[in-house]
């Protein structure tokens, strides 16, 4: 019996310790856990240019329904809105940014989800009673209105595998622009365009009269 005492004594006091280093561990900052890595989901790198890039994450995104809130060249932000139930509302922030490495386009992906729950706030109506004064009485009207409840980065490797993929996918459908070919007439007007050189501008002198000497008078008998 002392023996399934100490057994039991010994596997309480462990469940405790367990406890404490679960909680520890959640109140440990968030910021620890940020590695910085060079590997991460949310970039991408394609055979492109920035502004292609960026131009097939339009479309992957307006594919898929979200709304275009802002649209660079290089950047652009969408939302889409959800409801997975009555009083919660989530909203999905999705922003692209492209830049240039080398001769290819680096994207990069970053989706917020933000959470909106219902909030009911029910408002009073006074009456006047001349014995007693103003009374408040809950028989108003009752407005709802969605708080913001909460946002988080959405980390799921496989959500910017799949978007990604998709924009690759309008990549290659998409025609890109042919290098243009310079023709004949293209290099003559070139050639024309070219700014003369300017020519020095010599002086001419004038021809110097030889002033003659008086012939030499002869003496007359």
């Not at 909680?23 to 900052?29: E, G, S």
């Not at 989901?41 to 594919?63: D, G, H, M, W």
């Given at each position: 019996m002392v023996n399934y005492?100490?057994?039991?004594?010994?596997?309480?006091?462990?469940?405790?310790?367990?406890?404490?280093?679960?909680?520890?561990?959640?109140?440990?900052?968030?910021?620890?856990?940020?590695?910085?890595?060079?590997?991460?989901?949310?970039?991408?790198?394609?055979?492109?240019?920035?502004?292609?890039?960026?131009?097939?994450?339009?479309?992957?995104?307006?594919?898929?329904?979200?709304?275009?809130?802002?649209?660079e060249p290089t950047h652009l932000s969408a939302n889409k809105a959800f409801q997975p139930e009555y009083e919660l509302h989530v909203v999905i922030e999705f922003n692209v940014t492209c830049v240039q490495a080398g001769a290819r386009a680096l994207a990069f992906a970053n989706a917020l989800q933000v959470r909106y729950e219902m909030k009911k706030a029910a408002s009073s109506a006074s009456v006047g009673v001349s014995a007693i004064g103003s009374i408040s009485l809950p028989i108003g009207n009752s407005s709802d209105s969605l708080v913001r409840a909460g946002s988080e980065t959405i980390t799921d490797k496989a959500f910017y595998e799949r978007f990604f993929t998709l924009m690759l996918h309008y990549l290659e459908i998409t025609p890109k622009p042919e290098p243009q070919i310079n023709t004949q007439e293209d290099v003559t007007q070139n050639v024309h365009e070219v700014k003369p050189q300017v020519q020095e501008q010599t002086t001419v002198k004038p021809n110097q009269q030889v002033e003659s000497e008086p012939a030499a008078s002869k003496d007359v008998p």
């Open positions: 005492l100490r057994y039991y004594l010994f596997g309480g006091l462990l469940a405790l310790a367990l406890c404490a280093c679960s909680t520890q561990d959640k109140r440990k900052p968030v910021y620890q856990h940020e590695t910085f890595g060079a590997q991460t989901p949310y970039q991408e790198v394609f055979e492109a240019t920035p502004n292609q890039a960026c131009e097939a994450a339009r479309r992957a995104l307006l594919s898929q329904g979200y709304l275009l809130v802002n649209t």
